[in-house]
């Protein structure tokens, strides 16, 4: 869609740069600590207000207000009462500042429930800036009676210090004669107002007194009004308004170097793009304001952790604010994704190709043309951090590759196109690393093969063009400013939500009552599911009536049936036969929903006709979703196009084709469960009537339209794919990205120009499978995806009326905002199910984004913490009591409710480790392992730890020896390293390859009988990395239905104060209190005679 005519925009780092004093700012030090050394007058520094505090002041004080309009001379007062409190306070330092003011009430009712009305004068705006101010300094007081004018919203501010008269110290509940503060200002452009959309039911338990004052109080949200702010003391307010007075002119709005704040006569103007983090004025402007304490210039300042200079937001002052937070934390993280995440597996390999054909024991057309190579990813060097500890961290199916290699002429270099695929059955001969990324190849012209393995040696280039986040940030502006082609209008129900001004009085709204169809429905699972859960789906089955319950929240710990309750809800509607959208944070989590959806629907009759799955299986381009149609063949091109498809209708199509076919659609499918993927996947359905086609030819049945339609696209598919095979081309993937493709007017035609034809056939055959994909879609039922491609073009069609969000927790909020807004038009209700209390959304940019915590905070958990209703599951199923008991107290406050059904009877692995290790019967151990150090490989930064690695084995072969099946074990561990270290020894060395291996983060949502952790770091020197994270550790201590085995240190809790340390120290104390610690004895020797790992040469130990 075409963005709307901005306005022209305005360079605003001259003017940063002229007043770095303001951005460099603390108050003078005292004469004689002038004369101290260098090192004791920055300790000082450290201990005062400095510029990084004016990034986040907020310095509140009681008072009471008059009230009046501008040009009248009576006023309104509200006063300080025992259930009616005011408060003001200057706000959001550099970032945003502003003057803020908050009616708290009290009710009078026993719960004495609280409500908050919060009214905010940002000091920038639309218009207002050009008025000259005088010149102040953010370490001098400006003058008694100054007047001075930020904004249409903050103008004729007078800020005064005074003494309480006894009838001022009355209303603001003061001290005759006590010091205060006396501010008027007034506003011509109306300011920002929270909290007022109250119910009537809100309304009714307000006294009159209360009433009286929200109502002058609302009166401050229109235009042209006046208001004196009369203070109960002093505090820190003429700190904060020293700051504030000293701003620059224009003043400037958030970011100022990331693009025009202001326009004379416009508007605020987008972020097109960003500078680098590297790019002098922006580090200069960051470090100084990070650490200008130093008092160092700006050359002198590095700064390190971006990250940590902005706070997490919550709640938006405006539509602005929310488009610059949420759009410098996508571009950040996309830019560091781009060029450093990906960048590590993108070098110089040394791999094995395999031809196709032999691997296929088929010859069809174009086959001989592609290889297949294993490339060992295990010694790329991965980053520590959480993110790379997550399954996904390797390159996904559908990825494309780019490997070049030297001529065999030395002259020029070969390149060969092609995709990141699932591995495919390869003979057992062949070595396959426990860290394999499967790729398939279409050779490069300039090498003749002669369809033998090749040895091959070259550069690995992974990377795909991010429609995704182009996607998520045109998003973010569609649910702020709408679009009218789109049909979003600009005050949408969503975007209500995201600025979350109103959310806290959500609370405050009735449940809408169910439908009879809804209640007959919930009348029949009450035997089923438990009373929290029947809550939940009736919260999810009920029709919404305004933005206040537009969304439902489900949350709960871990086995509460979260996934049960979503398809319970999916249920209900395919009984209604209402159009749903179900979208995941992961491919596992589509699983998982799945897999009980369709059970449900089993036991219930419901059937899977019109359920569809999309996956990376279709080749879909990186197109916009919002692309314009493309153009199609002219008469003539389409009497030559039907001709070479009737050709192939009356010769037959050769079943070894199909079979290619088959592969080279579920080999791009990221791993899932092969036996949902074949019943439930769209291009496995598209497969079956491919076939089917093929099968029937002249006898498909043709009696409707719809018939008719379907049988000419499936022809169309296979038209145009053997057309690429004939060219060599049997894999559509593999074509050069860049190449500009011409329109398909050009079918078959100029055969001079043959590379033009196959853009032309490739070009087709896209749209012939994006066709066939929005004809099932169209007339789908429930559609289920991962969140990040939730919007494609396949997907235009489909109109849902009821979108599921599960893994809501785990996913950012620009990925969940894009499919909502995509589809706003036809959605009547959002459900989301999530836990905040597990891990939260995956950013990698912890270093490089100035916008990392908010980024990092899901749409669930803001939502959550703002105040729209949200149903609790507290009643789990999963954990034995023994288990489940520490994580209640740990991570639930104590509110995890265990079913009776968890207290299973005592498994023979309990009592064989009873007897073996001598410690008290349990469900949940801790193997204490001391002496252990923390290896890397050379230049790696992910890690290992010998001895665990050592322990882990030892306990999972004592296990399966005592006939536990290693069906029913998981081992986690914290880091990449370690995890693919076990994979070899268990996997490949002892033949176990029935035990899950994977690291905690790819864990979530997954359960086994027997869970064994290993912690990998023994905490020595305060040193638990991302190991004391505490929303990891509940993940890690979760899994488990009927085991827990814990790998550490008895001393990794260590002395240090972080939460995550302490419950490290509680989790080991109760073991130890309880006689359930297990002392082992570990050797790094044992790993070398197997592995030769460590070793000097290829490691090197943590230090």
Known sequence: MSEPTLPRVINFTPVVRDHLYWYNSFLLAPENLLRLDRHAFRRYRESQHTVNDYQIFNTEMACYINVR??????????????????RFSIRGGAELPHFCLELQLTDSNPENKQRSLTIIWTAFGNKGFDVDRPVNRPNQNPLQGSIITFSSRLQGVQFSWTTLSTGEAARCRGTPNADNYTITWGHSEAPYGMGFDLSDNALAALSSDQSQAVRIFRQLLSSDMRVRVITRARGNLLENWRFLAAMPMPTLGPFPLYDCRYVSGGSWCRIDSLPEISDKALSD?????????????????????????FPAIYIFVNERHYEVIKTVGLLREAEYQRTTYCNNFNGSYTFTLYPTSSVHGAHTEGLDKYFYAILDVST????????????????????????????????????????????????????????????????????????????????????????????????????????????IPKNNRLRELLLAHNNRTIKDELPVPPSTAAQIYLNSIRTTLNDQQIAAVQEGITASTCYKNYVTLITGPPGTGKTSVSAHIAAYHRKMRTPLLIVC???????????????????????????????????????NQMAPEMAHPTTETQRNFDSTKQSLRDAGIDPKFLEVLRFSVESTTAESDKMLTKEVSLGQHILRRVELAVQLKSEWPQETEKEKSEMALLWNLLTYQISLARRGLLFVEST?????????????????????????????????????????????????????????????????????????????????????????????????????????????????????????????????????????????????????????????????????????????????????????????????????????????????????????????????????????????????????LLKRLLHDKFLLSGVDIMSVDAAQGREKSIVIVSTTRPGRGNKLGHVSDANRMCVALSRAQGGLIVIGDEGMGGSANSRGFQLWRNFINLHKKEKRVIYMDSSEDFLWETLSVPNIEGCERLQ
């Open 285 to 309: 402007h960051i470090g100084v304001r990070q650490r200008g304490w130093m008092n160092n210039p700006p050359s002198f300042v590095t700064p390190r952790a971006l990250g940590s200079l």
């Open 736 to 980: 050069n990205a860049e190449l500009t493709l011409r329109g398909p007017s050009e079918l078959f035609e100029d055969p001079e120009s043959p590379e033009d034809v196959l853009k032309t056939l490739v070009t087709s055959y896209k749209r012939a499978w994006l066709e066939l994909q929005q004809f099932y879609l169209e007339q789908a039922n429930i559609v289920l995806c991962t969140a990040s491609t939730a919007g494609r073009k396949a997907l235009r069609r489909f109109c849902p009326r009821i979108v599921i969000v599960e893994e809501a927790t785990q996913i950012t909020e620009s990925t969940v905002i894009s499919p909502l807004i995509r589809f706003y038009p036809s959605i009547r209700k959002v459900i989301m199910s999530g836990d905040i209390a597990q891990l939260p959304p995956t950013v990698t940019s912890v270093s490089q984004n100035e916008a990392y915590n908010s980024e990092r905070l899901s749409l669930f958990e803001r939502l959550h913490t703002t105040g729209v209703r949200h149903i609790l599951l507290a009643r789990q199923y999963r954990m034995h009591p023994l288990i489940a008991r520490f994580v209640s107290e740990s991570f639930y406050g104590g509110n995890l409710i265990t079913d009776d059904s968890t207290s299973r009877q005592t498994p023979r692995w309990e009592r064989f480790v009873t007897d073996r290790y001598d410690v008290a019967p349990g469900r949940s151990h801790f193997i204490s392992v001391k002496d252990s150090e923390v290896w890397r490989l050379r230049n790696g930064t992910s890690l290992f730890n010998p001895k665990y690695i050592s322990a882990v084995t030892k306990f999972v072969r004592d296990l399966c020896a005592a006939d536990c099946p290693p069906e029913n074990i998981l081992v986690l561990s914290y880091y990449a390293q370690e995890r693919n």
């Open 380 to 487: 790329v060097r991965l980053p520590s951090d959480a993110f790379v500890e997550n399954e996904s961290a390797l390159p996904e199916p559908g990825t494309r590759v780019t490997v070049s290699q030297q001529a065999s002429n030395g002259s020029s270099k070969e390149t060969w196109l092609g995709t990141v695929i699932k591995p495919p059955s390869f003979p057992s001969s062949i070595r396959m690393p426990s860290s394999l990324v499967a790729v398939r190849l279409k050779r490069s012209d300039q090498t003749s093969t002669g369809g033998h393995v090749l040895e091959v040696s070259g550069l690995v280039k992974f990377g795909n063009e991010q429609s995704a986040i182009r996607q998520a940030r045109q998003a973010i502006r569609y649910v702020l400013y709408g679009d009218q082609n789109l049909k």
């Open 585 to 623: 944070g992961s491919n596992y989590g589509l699983d998982e929903i799945t897999r009980k959806m369709l059970k449900l629907f089993k036991r219930d009759s419901l059937g899977t006709e019109g359920i569809f799955r999309l996956d990376t299986e279709l080749g879909e381009d990186v197109d």
């Open 69 to 86: 309009r501008e040009y009248e001379q009576e006023s309104q007062t509200i006063a300080c009462t025992d259930a009616t409190r005011l």
